[in-house]
């Protein structure tokens, strides 16, 4: 089974800074990657589609990229509404799902 | 719209079953794929499997291999989920969300979720 890999496991930012999170597969997922966003008590959203996509009204801070095994998320200005746990999530040709650890990303 | 609305919490002991309803609106049930992903207290997600609204094919974790049933009622836009032989480390919220479509493995709508709390 592939693992998926999230760094750093928790931040924390100013408002405005660029927050970074990768996410490292155990091998070659190609662009298989997928980007969410989960706030307390809520649903997770999905945010990034096939690595680098941006799903529909998603703002524009938000930004993915990556390919192979290495893949990076990054919010380019924090905004305290960005406050959540985010997860890396690896799809197959079965529909076989793995998710990454989650980084929870709070304001300093 | 489309809308995922799940069942209310449930209180099961050690041992008993679950079941856990998704019901969906706004979309054409039968051409979309269900998954189901948990998420015990505090700890991250964790994928279930799923059920294709269109025809009998499911899929599930290796890890619930024989405890977890997925089943639906197409005329309700329904899915299910039921898992036996419940623990404690089964305590979780249980979320239903859509696959945005085959060869993409995007979940755009997800249910609300719902608790289940087993007590031994």
């Known amino acids: 089974d592939i693992q998926m890999t999230q760094s750093p496991s928790s931040l924390s930012a100013s408002v405005g800074d660029r927050v970074t999170i990768t996410c490292q597969a155990s091998?070659?997922?190609?662009?298989?990657l997928n980007w969410y966003q989960q706030k307390p008590g809520k649903a997770p959203k999905v945010l990034i589609y096939d690595a680098s996509n941006l799903q529909t009204g998603v703002p524009s801070r938000f930004s993915g990229s990556g390919s192979g095994r290495d893949f990076t998320f990054t919010i380019s200005s924090l905004q305290p509404e960005d406050i959540a746990t985010y997860y890396c999530q690896h799809y197959d040709d079965l529909l076989h799902l793995t998710f990454g650890g989650g980084t929870k990303v709070e304001i300093k | 719209q489309v809308q995922v609305v799940q069942s209310g919490a449930e209180v099961k002991k050690a041992g008993a079953s679950v079941k856990v309803s998704c019901k969906a609106s706004g979309y054409r049930f039968t051409g979309y794929v269900v998954h189901w992903v948990r998420q015990a207290p505090g700890q991250g997600l964790e994928w279930m499997g799923w059920i294709n609204g269109g025809n009998d094919n499911t899929k599930y974790s290796q890890k619930f291999q024989g405890r977890l049933t997925f089943t639906k009622d197409t005329s309700a836009s329904t899915a299910y989920m039921e898992l036996s032989s419940l623990r404690s480390e089964d305590t979780a919220v249980y979320y239903c969300?859509?696959?945005?479509?085959?060869?993409?493995?995007?979940?755009?709508?997800w249910g609300q979720g719902t608790l289940v709390t087993v007590s031994s």
């Open positions: 091998q070659d997922i190609s662009n298989y």
């Open positions: 969300a859509r696959l945005f479509k085959l060869q993409d493995g995007r979940l755009d709508y």
